[in-house]
């Protein structure tokens, strides 16, 4: 079954830092630009991250700019996402999901079923 699964959630105290895994199965990352989405109670969801799979471009919210990294590892199937200088504004779920190459925008193929965090002290 293809799946996207993401981990690496959690509590974490304002400035710490979490690092998010999306890891691929039963297909290959690397023929797909990939994104990072996140959903606050209440809100809508927003594109925080995407990196493409040809030339390793990345997009970042202004948001996020300066504290996150967005990576990826095509021989793990995995994207990742650093997340620095954490604020109380970034808890959200987290989820990632196939990308198209410009854009950010989701193309509805593939979504994990999120990664919850949390930022607070």
């Known amino acids: 079954q293809a799946q996207l699964v993401e981990s690496g959630g959690g509590l974490v105290q304002p400035g710490g830092s979490l690092r998010l895994s999306c890891a691929a199965s039963g297909f290959s990352l690397a023929n797909y630009a990939i994104g990072w989405f996140r959903q606050a109670p209440g809100k809508e969801r927003e594109g925080v991250s995407c990196?493409?799979?040809?030339?390793?471009?990345?997009y970042y919210a202004d948001s996020v700019k300066g504290r996150f990294t967005i990576s990826r590892d095509n021989a793990k199937n995995t994207v990742y996402l650093q997340m620095n200088s954490l604020k109380p504004e970034d808890t959200a779920v987290y989820y990632c999901a196939t990308v198209y190459t410009e854009g950010c925008i989701p193309k509805g193929d593939y979504w994990g079923q999120g990664t919850q965090v949390i930022v607070s002290s």
């Open positions: 990196i493409s799979n040809n030339d390793g471009s990345t």
